[in-house]
């Protein structure tokens, strides 16, 4: 069982940046991705980004191209979300799960974090 554990969410102004974290200490992710989805309440829970551990390949929703930035530590066996120029609509709780093949299907991870609330205000 891997144990992913989320941080850095919290409270916004619109216009304004948080960076979420995820890892899951004592694992390494060498051959694995690594995703962030969100959940708004009474929304399905939908496909924010993912990067390739191996290669840093990276990939995001269309909706979230240019305002969110994926990426990896691997000293640390961290992945961020570095997301900017936030909006009231980015409110959701987000989550990191890993799989072994990056994919924006959450179905196709295997293991999931807390979640971590995110909240814009306007």
């Known amino acids: 069982q891997v144990h992913l554990v989320e941080s850095g969410g919290g409270l916004v102004q619109a216009g304004g940046s948080l960076r979420l974290s995820c890892g899951a200490p004592?694992?390494?992710?060498?051959?694995?991705?690594m995703g962030w989805f969100r959940q708004a309440p009474g929304k399905d829970r939908t496909f924010v980004a993912a990067?390739?551990?191996?290669?840093?390949?990276?990939y995001y929703a269309d909706s979230q191209k240019g305002r969110l930035t994926i990426s990896k530590d691997n000293a640390k066996d961290t992945v961020y979300l570095q997301m900017n120029n936030m909006r009231p609509e980015d409110t959701a709780v987000y989550y990191c799960?890993?799989?072994?093949?990056?994919?924006?299907?959450?179905?196709?991870?295997?293991?999931w974090g807390q979640g971590t609330q995110v909240t814009v205000s306007s």
């Open positions: 004592g694992r390494t992710w060498s051959s694995y991705a």
């Open positions: 799960a890993s799989t072994t093949v990056a994919s924006m299907k959450a179905h196709e991870y295997d293991y």
């Open positions: 990067i390739a551990w191996s290669d840093g390949r990276t």
